[in-house]
């Protein structure tokens, strides 16, 4: 059981390329979601998804697109990068529960440099 | 939304001595608050939660407390060990249905040997 699973672990790009960061899952869970995390910022949400087909903003949504075409994979795009986009990012994926205890599980991270 | 402050940002602590973090969120609805350590070029794990039925949770020499009506709730580690020494972020949201977390800015725990 690989968890969540990020790829690349490490990034760098030239201001206005494109590129797409991937996430996958093994664990059937219904909701992902993809955080940044940038120095006395914590964890800022960027897009989540609670089923295949299903996709909304978070808090910065700006500049990044998502889709959810399987349950397993949850791709962030960076159309035209941004040295403001320069940071580490998080997947995360958490099973869907009426009651219960539901703690986001998170992949390593990737972390993206624009020059 | 919901708003949760944590604090303090960096805590220095000596091996063996105890320390707390602290948390404070404004949705009165929350009810349930997940604490995760990230340790460096790691993503955050799990290492205890709480809902908002206990007032009180330990695992070993974890344990975290919450108090509804101030809106408060607390990460206590007690003889602290060098291996603990990372980042701690707390978080609220509403358990169940598709209700996202909001995490606090996280503190950078030192524990000195």
């Known amino acids: 059981n690989a968890g969540v699973t990020q790829t690349p672990k490490f990034q760098v790009l030239k201001t206005g390329q494109s590129m797409t960061l991937q996430c996958a899952q093994d664990?059937?869970?219904?909701?992902m979601s993809w955080y940044r995390q940038d120095p006395g910022m914590g964890l800022r949400l960027i897009h989540y998804?609670?089923?295949?087909?299903?996709?909304d903003q978070g808090e910065v949504p700006n500049g990044y697109n998502v889709s959810r075409s399987t349950t397993e994979d949850f791709p962030l795009r960076l159309l035209s990068a941004a040295p403001s986009q320069t940071s580490v990012y998080f997947c995360?994926?958490?099973?869907?529960?009426?009651?219960?205890?539901?703690?986001?599980?998170f992949g390593d991270g990737t972390r993206l440099s624009i020059l | 939304g919901e708003n949760v402050e944590q604090h303090p940002s960096t805590l220095s602590v000596q091996e063996g001595d105890s320390a707390v973090i602290k948390c404070t969120y404004s949705?009165?609805?929350?009810?349930?608050f997940p604490w995760y350590k990230q340790e460096l070029g790691k993503g955050p794990q799990l290492i205890i939660d709480?809902?908002?039925?206990?007032g009180e949770k330990k695992d070993q020499r974890i344990a975290v407390t919450l108090n509804k009506t101030a809106k408060h709730f607390s990460l206590h580690i007690t003889e602290t060990q060098p291996e603990d020494s990372a980042v701690y972020f707390c978080?609220?949201?509403?358990?169940?249905?598709?209700?996202?977390?909001?995490f606090g800015r996280g503190t950078s725990l030192i524990v000195h040997p």
């Open positions: 949705d009165s609805a929350s009810n349930y």
């Open positions: 664990m059937n869970h219904e909701y």
């Open positions: 995360a994926s958490r099973a869907y529960g009426q009651a219960g205890n539901q703690p986001q599980h």
């Open positions: 998804s609670v089923g295949a087909g299903i996709t």
């Open positions: 978080a609220a949201s509403i358990s169940g249905g598709s209700y996202i977390p909001t």
């Open positions: 709480i809902r908002s039925n206990v």
